[in-house]
């Protein structure tokens, strides 16, 4: 456990209180976002990031300088369906892409409230089609944080029910699941999550869904039939409200034949890889997803 660990519950409380306004439940200085990117999210200067439109939708690729493998990775960034993007998190897709040798395409997909469900799913699933065709169905992984790691799953079930290919690999980080915000999330700080609250992911979860069924697999994949998925790896602190939930997915897809792997860090809060910077657990999460994707 290194000494920053200690630190996580406590500095994550403080950075909500700084960064989330509980009357609109929004965060605060979005718009500073695309500017801050440029100097506090700097990338790594060995992946290149070129942006662009894929389908139709802003993207961006990203290329290491020690390209070495066939594959490549989509990743979704998380958000509640409705902030960020993929310059929020381009210092966590470049490590990856370091790490692995593998190229990257990330997207801003469509988001609420004024793109609600499915748009997000719609998104994700026409270019996972695509790719599958440029690169191969065998040569696509997908992976995403948060409301990322829940449409991750979504699409490629949705993709399942289409027919079409599945990628070869799945990974998630803290993945919200269940949008029907059960209640077991009613008990207060379930879990001592000091980042997300049931009053916050109610907000957030009607903003996607607007009049459909929280329940829907495409929407709350815990749902689902996840028998035929490929591989998945989940990676979640044990300090986040989001945990029961990735538990209870773990036993149904094992239960259903998928090949499922969880590892839950201590004293961990959500998406805690965001801080690869400066955290050496963070950086342990991301090589071991890294050796997945590989392998």
Known sequence: MSFLA??????????????????????????MVGALSKFALVSDKHVKIK???FEGIEAAWFTPENLKSQRVFLYLHGGGY?????????????????ETGMKALAINYRMAPEFPFPAAVE??????????????????????????????????????DQEKPLPLKAFTLSP???????????????NGDPMLDPEAVYVW????????????????????DLKGLPPIMIHIGKKEMLLDESRIFVEKAK?????????????MV??????HRILPEARESLREVAQFMVN
């Open 176 to 190: 919200w699941l269940d949008l029907s915000v059960p209640k077991y999330h009613e008990k207060s700080e379930l």
């Open 82 to 98: 409705s902030v960020c993007s993929w310059q929020t998190h381009q210092t966590m897709i470049s490590f990856l892409c370091k």
């Open 123 to 160: 998104d994700t699933s026409k270019v996972l089609e695509k790719l599958a065709i440029e690169f191969g169905a065998h040569n696509v992984i997908v992976g995403g944080d948060s409301a990322g790691g829940g449409l991750t799953i979504a699409s490629m079930l949705y993709l399942k």
């Open 205 to 224: 979860a009607n903003r996607y869904l607007k009049d459909a069924d929280s329940q829907n697999p495409y929407a709350s994949p815990l749902y689902g």
């Open 255 to 267: 239960s259903s034949g998928v090949d499922i792997q969880i590892h839950e860090w201590d004293r």
């Open 51 to 53: 942006p662009c439109i």
């Open 270 to 275: 959500h998406v805690f890889q965001l801080m």
């Open 6 to 31: 200690n630190w996580m519950v406590p500095g994550s409380r403080l950075l909500k209180l700084i960064a989330y306004d509980r009357k609109s439940h929004r965060l605060r200085g979005l718009k």
